[in-house]
């Protein structure tokens, strides 16, 4: 069985930094892209980030690039967001999921970007 | 970027009568290799999206047959042959043909 769970989500400042989590199990994790996605409140979904199976591709939003970095460690099945330079407007909940197709999501972690 | 457009935006329905929901893209969504890469995804109030559809029409394990996908190019249809209830939620077109990935706005589903 395919699970997915996000970790890392917080209160942060304005200009400040955060690294997203997401341990994934039930499938062979480093054979998959991996992609996060987020949701504003209220909102639609929002395709944020995908990574390569061995990491030698990625590929970002232009609402995030030079700001977000998606990483990997696939000897832990986990996938990572660091996310720098922080704005209110990338409050949100966060998604990881499983490929560039998104088959399988996770429960999401919070992130609120507020002074 | 390719601009993905859903149709209508509400929809409600009546129980075990059949729903139709569009998506357009601005570009074909044809890929290099002749696939498209037209996925269809619900939420359900409170939870995390799901994938229903992928490439078109092909459904997801464990998706109830009244749930079908066609279409091709720019033009796109998600069909559910009798709505139940437990198919109120929001629904998205996502395109992953092209990069950067892209979403439609969301279809609500909701019984009459």
């Known amino acids: 069985e395919v699970q997915i769970l996000e970790s890392g989500g917080d209160l942060v400042q304005p200009g400040g930094s955060l690294r997203l989590s997401c341990a994934a199990s039930g499938f062979t994790f480093n054979t998959y892209e991996m992609s996060w996605v987020r949701q504003a409140p209220g909102k639609g979904l929002e395709w944020v980030s995908t990574?390569?199976?061995?990491?030698?591709?990625?590929y970002y939003a232009d609402s995030v690039k030079g700001r977000f970095t998606i990483s990997r460690d696939n000897s832990r099945n986990t996938l990572y967001l660091q996310m720098n330079s922080l704005r209110a407007e990338d409050t949100a909940l966060y998604y990881c999921?499983?490929?560039?197709?998104?088959?399988?999501w996770g429960q999401g972690t919070v992130v609120t970007v507020s002074s | 970027d390719v601009v993905m457009t859903q149709s209508p935006l509400s929809l409600p329905v009546t129980l075990g009568q059949p729903a139709s929901i569009s998506c357009r893209s601005s570009?074909?969504?044809?890929?290099?290799?002749?696939?498209?890469?037209l996925n269809w995804f619900l939420q359900r109030p409170g939870q995390s999206p799901r994938r229903l559809i992928y490439?078109?029409?092909k459904r997801d394990s464990g998706v109830p047959d009244r749930f079908s996908g066609s279409g091709s190019g720019t033009d796109f249809t998600l069909k559910i042959s009798r709505v139940e209830a437990e198919d109120v939620g929001i629904y998205y077109c996502?395109?992953?043909?092209?990069?950067?990935?892209?979403f439609g706005q969301g279809t609500r589903v909701e019984i009459k």
């Open positions: 999921a499983k490929g560039s197709a998104c088959d399988y």
């Open positions: 990574i390569s199976g061995s990491s030698d591709k990625t």
């Open positions: 996502m395109q992953a043909t092209h990069w950067p990935r892209t």
């Open positions: 570009q074909s969504l044809v890929y290099s290799g002749g696939n498209t890469y």
């Open positions: 490439m078109v029409s």
